[in-house]
């Protein structure tokens, strides 16, 4: 398929997608959210494809969040609000998904930007990377991706990002500090380290037991603790007897490195 919003590169089985709209600042409208759906069904339906990453094009923002100006013109044309609805398949499906994803914010990151944040496995961050929000400054709603984001920081900081909208940042450091991001780097070095944990993920882990440990440990979350840790007794039952299990053991007694298939 040929993308028109965003770049995707593969080497070997791991698959980069970036947001290619630096002139408006990597703003999601209807195109790229229909090329985001499709690059991520390839992702899902695609046996080998093992990690992906998500980026931006340029050095000044990640993702800027809904296209507004594309939004507006909708609302008028239509007489109810646009713009929400674009979302929910593509991140519905990022949901979905067992298969890991790495997060490299290369810049801000703004409202319907957090969806990728939120539903990202990993994310690392360049030093001059933001978090901000503005949906209450044009009268809308953030609800979905803050609330992804609330599992993963301080509610509090989440509430005033979204209450106070545009006049309350938080940056890389404070959102490392807080557990959101794994690794803050120098810009120059963001994509690099991107790549090298995905290859980790894909030359070293067995893709089973990578979508297996996803799996337990997000249904565990939304179980809670006194239903969630038994639940993740029955995830490890799900893979025991794959053949990526009995070749891990064979590798380790042979003292080598594994060849693991995904299945």
Not at 14 to 26: D, G, S, Y
Not at 75 to 87: D, L, N, Q, V, W
Not at 155 to 163: Q, T
Request: hydrophobic share 40%; with cysteine.
């Amino acid at each position: 398929m040929e993308y028109k919003d965003i770049l995707v590169e593969k080497r070997g089985r791991i698959v980069c997608v970036t947001l290619n709209r630096p002139e408006r600042a990597n703003a999601i409208g209807v195109d790229t959210s229909k090329e985001l759906l499709q690059v991520f069904t390839d992702y899902r339906d695609d046996p080998q494809q093992w990690a992906m990453i998500l980026t931006g094009a340029g050095d000044r923002s990640f993702c800027s969040g809904m296209y507004v100006t594309e939004a507006a013109e909708k609302t008028a044309e239509k007489g109810k609000t646009e713009g929400y609805t674009i979302f929910k398949p593509w991140t519905d499906m990022m949901q979905s998904i067992r298969k890991p994803f790495i997060c490299a914010l290369n810049g801000h990151c703004v409202g319907g930007g957090w969806h990728l944040v939120a539903d990202s496995d990993i994310v690392i961050a360049a030093e001059h990377a933001q978090f901000l929000d503005t949906h209450v400054n044009i009268g809308l709603i953030n609800g979905v991706e803050s609330a992804g984001l609330a599992f993963k920081m301080p509610l509090g900081i989440v509430l005033r990002m979204v209450i106070e909208g545009r006049h309350y940042r938080v940056s890389a450091q404070q959102a490392y500090q807080w557990g959101l991001v794994s690794e803050v780097l120098p810009a120059d070095k963001l994509m690099a380290k991107a790549w090298e944990i995905a290859t980790h993920i894909v030359e070293e882990a067995a893709p089973l037991a990578v979508q297996g440990s996803k799996k337990a440990i997000l249904g565990a979350l939304d179980r809670g603790p006194t239903a969630g840790i038994p639940y993740t007794w029955t995830v490890l039952t799900d893979i025991q007897d794959s053949a990526d299990t009995k070749e891990g053991f064979r590798a380790f007694v042979e003292k080598r490195k594994p060849r693991f298939a995904g299945r």
